[in-house]
């Protein structure tokens, strides 16, 4: 079991910068991989970056090059660095841990952090 809590939303004008947090209830170290997601109003979650335990990254097209996200093992959090907003990065933001184990791997997410740009 992996309990997430993230943190770091807001309110922020376009062109901005947020740093979202995810902090994790255990070692990171044995978490496989971590994310952050995202859900607009009336549109499906999807994946903005995720970091694996061994330090590999991936992005989604539309926020590579502005969003970094990277993690602090000695604190068990993953970060998400947000630069150069938009309006169309106006979401819920979720953190994700998946984890390995006998029968497969399993995904825990967190309760999320609205993130809002205005425009």
């Known amino acids: 079991q992996v309990q997430l809590v993230e943190s770091g939303g807001g309110l922020v004008q376009a062109g901005g910068s947020l740093r979202l947090s995810c902090a994790a209830s255990r070692s990171i170290f044995s978490i496989d991989a971590m994310g952050w997601y995202r859900q607009a109003p009336g549109k499906q979650r999807d994946m903005v970056a995720s970091?694996?335990?061994?330090?590999?990254?991936n992005y989604a097209d539309s926020v590579k090059g502005r969003f970094t996200i990277s993690r602090d093992n000695a604190k068990n959090t993953v970060y998400l660095q947000m630069t150069s907003l938009k309006a169309e990065d106006t979401a819920a933001y979720y953190c994700?841990?998946?984890?390995?184990?006998?029968?497969?791997?399993?995904?825990?997410w967190g309760q999320g952090t609205q993130v809002t740009v205005s425009s």
């Open positions: 970091i694996t335990n061994v330090g590999s990254t």
């Open positions: 994700k841990a998946v984890v390995a184990g006998l029968k497969g791997y399993s995904d825990y």
